[in-house]
């Protein structure tokens, strides 16, 4: 497969202008921002006009009602998005820490320096929103963004990113600080991936088809946001009512993002007392439970599951659930189907507690509280990009800060090595 | 191609003793590793003989005298890797750090804990001492390695890992800890790059060939350890006595390495006086030497070099010499033919040097010192796996800490959320 030559041009535009957004100030940066969430509120009636066509072009292909939702733009939508760009300005700059430094025994001296990723790659799918969250915090942490969006969108993304590129070039920052492939074809995702030339990290926004087409074709750096098959796990000393409020929320209070738990995981020792009860408070709000022959020998109304409904990200009003001899197997049931996301426990006991976040190996360990606070809001990085279940570069939510690397500066005085 | 059974039954070998030694305390990863010496030791007679047999095939199929020389295993080669070993037994443990923590307005307490990666992969050449090298630095920083070496190593790569094995075993870890595979096949190795279910991070130690069948193949994170074409600038500035010694332990001291520099550029203020005295210098050390038009008019024993020679790593007494006609002429001559390795800066002016370690795009920047520090051991972290000239996760030289991640271990008091 042939990458398009439109493709290397931007890469090649996008290097170029990562060079200047390198050193630039923090102010000339959140002025860039600031300037493009005006840009983008001036826009507004030629945005919502090409959301109009790609919404009618879609629904004349025959969309569904949730990706159709997911595709519009309404004013309040846009109103949202500028105000992101703005909350981003307001956010502290990554870039320029010096995480740490030292003297060596010779005299020189080395620091270890934050400095921006250079590039950064985003393919992402029918959301013509993330075209101004993923290039205003990639502007924040001084990366220039390589944005590839779903063809639905397209007409949507180029309006959008026509706004937040004037924008920048207002502020006086190069406008290929955010560069929009506009071919829609296969071939053009493909060659976002294989850009290694000119692209230091791709970060697919996703399902699976799209995860696991980078796993096939990329080969520049990649960071996945990945599945969450998030488990909460209720020990033998959890205060019960703790536990049914934490596994109602996390189950219950959103559904179809990664950080909703899919699977129960209950100490055998106090099944009998809390499983009929979180049964009942789950299926009451309409979930449906699966589960295994000791779950159901409690509550028959759980259906019978299949080991892969144990790995199943449900995404749904849906819930597999496990009985624990002990800790140790809670522990083993979550490591063995968990994708590495975020795992939560509810129990009083500390050396419980201790030992689950020793552990269980996933980006997040919880100890009572909601797997709903594994997101960057949450945890306070004021903006979020994804949410990483691999363990290379970042894990976990990914603020501005996981989208910088650093440099070694060394002075020295004239050293040579003998 | 299909993956060999056998590669998938070491991958999850690892894994589990991955789970084991992600607990392991420090005193026991060290009591192992000394362990693992004193097995080396021991088993000195068995290593030369199978070393000898590998050395005899090499020799029968026409291998070169440099790659017999690093396939050899000496009585004193063998006492260096069980040295290497007890000194990383000696290092700071990086597993358990807790990297930064903060408390959320809602009461939630967050803390980022360094966290060991899990299994490292590592496909090397044909050097045996990478094996214990590789071993001990994964084992330190509580990773399990599957190890893959070249097939003209292989009966030294086996004995050696026996000894290992055998040292981890009686301090009380798994064996596993260290996996060698030990079907020399391309489907071994490709299937080690793929190893998505078992591995969290390969490092590929060996020159472009591997490198290109990494990008080609892996499906798994990888750290490319790649090409490193250090430049040396000396600035208007320099003071030209340090410049020269600079130059010449760059270029000459050792010059098969990836921090020994490729490429000369002379600030043209100073380039008619320092230009011949270098020039001299340097092909009196044997250096040939290639250069630009500009080069060429002040020193006409330089060659003529090609736009390729700027970009070549020689790895050999060559250099290319450019004359750049001010400072950000020379910082776009280093980040155009550059690899992201060490580039190096000579002047006794702050503002250029600052401006050199702002804009120069490279794991290392340095002034006023040879290129020749950018190393683990220079750096003062006692072991490295590799030189990262990418930019996720690692950049630069890799120690122990390196081959670690974080998890994140969030405390909460029955906290949902709303």
């Not at 890469?11 to 493009?36: H, I, W, Y």
């Not at 899919?262 to 439970?289: C, K, M, N, W, Y």
């Not at 028959?300 to 790995?311: L, V």
């Not at 819930?319 to 083993?332: H, N, Q, R, Y």
Request: aromatic share 4%; hydrophobic share 45%; charged share 25%.
């Amino acid at each position: 497969m042939s990458r398009p030559a439109s493709v290397t041009d931007l890469g090649r535009r996008a290097r170029d202008a990562a060079r200047v957004l390198a050193t630039a100030s923090t102010g000339l940066k959140n002025d860039a921002l600031l300037a493009a969430a005006e840009h983008l509120e001036a826009h507004t009636a030629a945005i919502r006009e090409a959301n109009a066509a790609d919404l009618a072009a879609a629904e004349a292909d025959g969309m569904g009602a949730g990706p159709l939702d997911r595709l519009r733009l309404t004013d309040a939508r846009l109103a949202a998005m500028a105000a992101g760009l703005r909350q981003v300005a307001g956010l502290p700059d990554p870039v320029g820490e010096v995480i740490d430094g030292w003297r060596r025994p010779n005299g020189l001296e080395i620091s270890r320096v934050r400095v921006p990723l250079g590039v950064v790659a985003i393919i992402y799918e029918n959301r013509p929103n993330v075209t101004s969250d993923a290039a205003g915090i990639c502007l924040k942490s001084g990366n220039a963004a390589i944005l590839r969006g779903s063809g639905t969108a397209l007409r949507s993304n180029l309006a959008v990113a026509a706004a937040l590129r004037e924008g920048f070039a207002a502020a006086g920052l190069p406008e290929d600080c955010l560069v929009l492939v506009d071919d829609p074809s296969h071939e053009s995702a493909v060659g976002v991936m294989q850009l290694t030339e000119y692209v230091d990290c791709l970060i697919p926004r996703g399902g699976p088809a799209l995860i696991q087409s980078i796993r096939d074709n990329a080969t520049v750096p990649v960071i996945i946001d990945g599945d969450g098959n998030c488990h909460v796990v209720v020990d033998a000393a959890a205060d019960l009512d703790r536990a049914a409020a934490i596994v109602m929320n996390a189950k219950t209070q959103r559904t179809s993002v990664c950080n909703a738990a899919e699977s129960l995981v209950v100490h055998a020792a106090i099944a009998d007392e809390f499983l009929p009860r979180i049964a009942a408070d789950l299926q009451s709000a309409g979930v449906r439970l699966v589960g295994d022959a000791a779950a159901r020998a409690i509550v028959g109304s759980i259906e019978p599951a299949t080991e892969e409904d144990f790995g199943r990200e449900f995404l749904d009003l849906e819930m597999s659930v496990a009985i624990a001899p002990d800790l140790g197997a809670a522990i083993d049931h979550v490591n063995r189907h968990g994708s590495g996301h975020t795992e939560a426990i509810v129990t009083a006991d500390l050396d419980a507690a201790r030992r689950f976040t020793r552990e269980v190996d996933a980006a997040a360990v919880i100890v009572n509280a909601s797997t709903r606070f594994t997101d960057g809001e949450e945890f306070g990085f004021g903006a979020e990009i994804g949410i990483s279940t691999q363990k290379l570069h970042a894990r976990g939510p990914m603020g501005p800060r996981e989208l910088t690397t650093y440099k070694y500066v060394v002075w020295g005085d004239g050293h040579v090595r003998t």
